[in-house]
Structure formats: structure tokens, C-alpha cells
């Protein structure tokens, strides 16, 4: 079972995620949670850009399209108030894992769409903090009613796709996807510019073959 051997070797690194996304602090006003999304936009776009354009996901029934992300983090920044050439702007992570291997990329995958599993829990708590209902949380309600769909589709293609000798693969890849996600997210993130990012974290490296 790939995604529990997934599951297990990273739970650690959810828990430090978690911290760094430090949902009470971005969470204070509607310019702090703009600014995690803002955040969290300069993640998305390139690496979701980055997997789409790797041949070695194609044939999997992943339907990359349906999972991007990155349109629905327009959306909220629009409705707060960003215009399309300020989003265009924001800084993007340029410390992204680099999978070559499909089981590397699923285990960037994994990360991305376990995500959507505890962004139901975000999404109750941003709509409490800060008054929204439907506009301004489409990046947290994702997938919506179909976040359990979604996520089954999602095994059970990786679970296909992986073979058990790749396993390490896919652990590395996941592992360097939350790094990065930490490093890029967590209050100690790089500032725009991005000036000495490329230095930052192991995830550059970080179990690329
Ligand atoms: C404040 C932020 C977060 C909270 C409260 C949170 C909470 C949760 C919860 C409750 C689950 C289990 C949901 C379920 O089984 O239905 C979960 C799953 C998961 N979350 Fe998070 N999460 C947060 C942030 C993140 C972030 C930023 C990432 C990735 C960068 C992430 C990646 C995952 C993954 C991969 C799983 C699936 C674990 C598995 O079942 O294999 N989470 N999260």
C-alpha cells in the first residue's frame, strides 16, 4: 500500500506544515489570510505548471486539469481585491523537488491533493474568522462535495502507477514537496525578492534521482 507507506513517513512533516502555516496568525485579518494566499499562489503555479508538463503522469487517469488549484487561488485573490497583473507578480518558489520519475511525481501529487483532505478543516475555520461564505474560499473548498471522489481517484491511480521497488521514489519526492512547502510558507519564508532562495532548502535535491 503506497499511499499508507506515503502517510506514515510523512506525518511528521504534516504536523511542522501545519505550524508553518500558523492559521491563526493568517487568519487575523483579510490582508493577513490575501497574503497567505498570495503565499500559497507563488507555490501552486509553478509546481502544478511543472507537473503538467511531465509525460511521465500522462495515462494515469489523474485528470491533471480538474486538480489545479492555481485558478481557484485567482479567484480569492481577485475577490480580495488583487487585480490579475499583482497576482501575475507575486514571487514563485524557485526551490521546487524536480521529479523526474512518475513515482516521484506522485509523491509531490500526494502532497498536493492530501492537502485538499485537511483544507475542509481550514475552510470552516477561514469562514468563521473572517466572515466569508463561498467567495474568497474556493482555494480551501477545492474540490467541494467531491473532495472524497476526488481523493479516491487519486489512490487509486497512484496506487496503479507506483510499483512497490519505487517506493522510495515517491517518499523522497514527498518528503521534499513538504520541505519546500515549509520553507516557502513558514514565517521564516524567503522575502520578495527572492534573494538567496536558491540556497534555501534541501528540496532542490532532495532525493532527486
Ligand atoms: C492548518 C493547516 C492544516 C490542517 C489543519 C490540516 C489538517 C489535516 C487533516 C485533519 C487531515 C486528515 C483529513 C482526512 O483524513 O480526512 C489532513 C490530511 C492531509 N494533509 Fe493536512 N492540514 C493542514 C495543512 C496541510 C498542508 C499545508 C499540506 C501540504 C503541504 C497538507 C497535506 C496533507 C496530506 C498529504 C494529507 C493526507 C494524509 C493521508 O491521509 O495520507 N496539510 N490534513
Excluded at 53 to 82: E, I, N, Q, V, W
Excluded at 158 to 187: N, Y
Amino acid at each position: 500500500m503506497i499511499l499508507a507507506e506515503l502517510k506514515t513517513h510523512t506525518e511528521h512533516l504534516h504536523r511542522r506544515v501545519e505550524g508553518a502555516v500558523d492559521l491563526l496568525r493568517r487568519t487575523r485579518d483579510a490582508e493577513s489570510y490575501a497574503g497567505l494566499l498570495g503565499r500559497l499562489y507563488g507555490f501552486y503555479r509553478p509546481f502544478e505548471d511543472r507537473l503538467a508538463a511531465m509525460r511521465a503522469l500522462d495515462g494515469l487517469g489523474l485528470d491533471l486539469p480538474a486538480r489545479r488549484k492555481t485558478p481557484m487561488l485567482m479567484a480569492d485573490l481577485a475577490f480580495l481585491g488583487r487585480g490579475p497583473d499583482e497576482v501575475e507578480a507575486l514571487p514563485r518558489c524557485d526551490f521546487l523537488p524536480r521529479p523526474a520519475t512518475t513515482a516521484g511525481a506522485i509523491g509531490c501529487l500526494y502532497v498536493m491533493e492530501g492537502a485538499t483532505l485537511g483544507g475542509q478543516f481550514v475552510r470552516k475555520h477561514v469562514q468563521k474568522a473572517l466572515g466569508l461564505s463561498g467567495p474568497g474560499l474556493a482555494f480551501y473548498a477545492s474540490y467541494g462535495a467531491d473532495t472524497g471522489r476526488m481523493w479516491a481517484s487519486f489512490r487509486e491511480a497512484a496506487e496503479a502507477a507506483v510499483a512497490p521497488g519505487d517506493l522510495g521514489d515517491a517518499l523522497a519526492f514527498a518528503a521534499a514537496t513538504f520541505e519546500a512547502f515549509e520553507a516557502w510558507v513558514g514565517p521564516g519564508e524567503p522575502a520578495a525578492p527572492m534573494a538567496g532562495a536558491a540556497a534555501g532548502p534541501s528540496a532542490e535535491t532532495g532525493g532527486r534521482s
